[in-house]
């Protein structure tokens, strides 16, 4: 104890952190039947702090190319010390993060803390998803395996059925007509610099609106008296209470490394055929399913332009949601808002579940 | 230290003490293989099973170039009918490095005067087997040779 | 025209179907074609009463056509009677294919004998006879106006006269390359130094003879799978006489020669994986010149394909001791038809052993230390492959990616081959530094193997002592929140 005030002390003479202090002695966070989904953003930026370091970890040995990538990451698995567990972690880490993400997000969704005024973290966290798929998206070709390497080609297939700017956007996302050695480069160079830069600084404005305007309390407690509302402290309580599922979050990836690594796969050999069963990563199956069900032709329109269209209308009114349910009687709940919530919760499991069939 | 109750304080630090050892014991696990990671791996390049040999552009007919492959030569012929050829460029009798001798229009170790024709099979010398054969594939420009 | 005069025309439509039956039958009507050209002294016809067509009823007008009925000279030798007087040599085989071609009845109780015409056509000499006139056709082997039952020991085709009679063409360099060029002319020289040439030559009708390999009328190129000389269909060729215990009888050789080859290496490799490389007999024995290949050059016969082996035999104590003890070399431990794929337990003096038929083991052999050390070196790469392997499949069902180990595997067999090229100078030394980098490469897989399999319980048994860790520190941290919440609670 002493030593720790000793040190406060140290700083404090240099640095005024009583405000940091305020901060950690103001900040509560509600306590309800529903407060176990607050975890999942902490839980979310555990996992990128897993992905940064991992990830720099690979650094170290990965080499983009076509004649190191897949080699390189075989490199690491098999003859790094220890490479097989940071590589199976950043893997398994990658998925479970978009997962928490995703949990996040509906959490966030169902209590309504994206009203006012938190519109503005909703964006922000809305982005942050997008960001976080295109990790994954990006990511997932690093291997150079046949199955990233046939993913990605499809992936980016999709992109060149919008008309007029689907086929630039393509070539510039595969760096030119096909899927190649440049691909990669530009995947790389997305992943490891653009992609967590522009990450960090959004994750940065997310947690400061948070920070600035305190955690949302649930819709139910809009009559209640200040009094009735329990809040538990912050600091400490909230993060230690964040610390250890973050703990257990750690354990269960390496349990998962170890009992279930992630698999390599064969080198991506552009002239082989395409392989049975390619199918993207698991968060855009739902989505991958749907497109294969849109007949080929309606009302002249190609199906897989009006399926993609339509998912971008969705994405847009889901990203928009603060604005369509913004306004609502006091203390009633929206419950329109809500069916729509479970009807897209139930679509995405349902058409994952086909999917991954 | 204002606590009265003593068998209290004890518990706390106890506790706290505890809990400074699982922290450290924890940091322990995870740098563990963070700096085992850092060791230096017994074998320093990774190995590929494709690599790009050159250019099309760079290779006329009756000419041969031996190129690296992994941590081995390899030899890409283009022979005189214009075919493009890859092989292991380790002579199989003594592990010399082989190359292609135009005037004979063969692939020619220095060591024994091994020969080999241009399928990569020992015609004559020591050689006791022929050169192991590589996949030579052509995309756009560049040559790409693999072990198939 | 003078020719034409000696011919007399006879009632030329005597069923040929008849023709059999006329063996016995008198003349009927008079051959004017016959008679006249009796009475002219044509000793064509002389030669033709001893041939068996005559015997047979075949007339003049049968193969030359015309009305041998009529005594008129041009009425009988009428080209539109179907007259056509000497036949050109493109035409010999439709003359004799008239009763010799497919389909015909004339030999009810030889058919064989029915198409041979067509056999003919389809034959090397029925090609080259439609390339070049000057080709071969029946008359070439058969003669003309003298032709004999081939048994009859007079016949150009009986086995002791039909070797020269191919000769007559097949060693003639200025005819043979009008032909085929590529060809060589020296077979009938080559027979005559052969066992079958001498005794052909004695006169003893039954060694092989050009025919009996090449087959008659039939012949393809060697190249046709068809052929009977075919390498993959000689071992068969030769069997038919050389399995035949009745024929070979007299002969005083073995007649189990074929049926062990069949199971032998080279006769697997030849006759189940058509591997056209591998030897046939005449690989070993020559084909033309056929003689069993002597004492001395057994070595060197099996020297043309297995060189290396060869070449340190002759270098190796054996060489001479074999030769001193008129051994035949190779053979002594391969032996010869039944040549099997050669395993390490033949080295020793087990009972797959060929050593122990001269050496013992005892002391007082001073070989015996060597052959003991050179099965042992070849022990151990072997067993060392066959451990590497085993653990490196465990460590592969473990989960663990040991591919790099597995694939240096393969470079043991090349060292174990080598070693066990170098058995053949029998002595130790060579055989261990063949082997060496084989053994090396064995140690290495074997480390990585066992490294890998303690990886794998590493790896478990370290995220045994992290949820240890873990869990402790969660339990600490679980207590300590209840602490602080009690403690705020107050």
Redesign the interface.
Known sequence: MNKESKTMRWLNERYNLSLIEHIAQEKKVPQFRGSFWYYFGGVSLFLFIVQVVTGILLLMYYQPGAQTAYESVRFIVTKVEFGWLIRSIHSWSANLMILSVIIHMFSVYFTKAFRRPRELTWYSGFLLLALCLTFGFSGYLLPWNTLSYFATKVGTEIVAVVPVIGKPIMEILRNGSDVTTATLTRFYGLHVAVLPAIFTVVLGVHLLFIQVQGISEPESWKDLPESKKNHIPFFPNFVLRDVLLWLIVLNVLAILAVYFPWELGHKADPFAPAPMGIRPEWYFLFMFQSLKFFPAKIFSIDGEVLGISLFGVAGLLWFLVPFWDSKTPKGARNRIANYIGIGVVLYIIVLTAIGAR | MNVTDTGKMSRRTFLDYLLGFGVVAWLAAVLYPIIDYFKVPPQTEPAPSSVIAGSVKDFKPNSGKVFRFGNEPAILVDTPNGKLEAFSAVCTHLQCTVQYRPDMQKIWCACHGGVYDLNGRNISGPPPRPLAEYKVAVKGDEIIVSKS | MKKSLLLLVIPALIGFSNAAAAQTQQKKPVDKCFSCHTDIGDDKVADYTSDVHYKAGVTCADCHGGDPTVEDQDAAMDPKKGYIGIPKPSAIPQVCGKCHGAGKTAFKTNFHLNDVMDQFMSSVHGRALNERSDGPTCISCHGIHNIVEVQNSKSPVYPTNVTKTCAKCHSNPDYMKKFSPGLPVDQYEKYLTSVHGERNKAGDPKPATCVSCHSNHLIRPVKDPRSPVYPTNIPQTCAKCHSNKEYMAGYHIPTDQYANYKESVHGIALLQNSDLSAPACNSCHGNHGAVPPGVSSVASVCGTCHQ?NADLFDKSVHKEAFARAKLPGCVVCHSNHLVRPPNDAMIGFGTDAVCGKCHKDVPADSAAGAILAIRSTLDSLTNGRKDAETLLSHAEQL?M?VS?ASYSLRDVN?SLV?ARVQVHLFTAGPVKSAAEPGLKIVAEAQKSALAAVNEYYF??H??G???L??????V??????R???RK?RQ
Not at chain 3, 469 to 474: G, K, M
Not at chain 3, 476 to 481: A, D, N, R
Request: zero cysteines; proline letters at 0%.
């Open positions: 290396a989960g990616d790099d090349q080598e790896r478990r370290g995220l002592v992290a949820t860790i873990i869990t402790l520190l969660a600490l941290l679980f207590l300590k929140i602490q602080i919440e705020s």
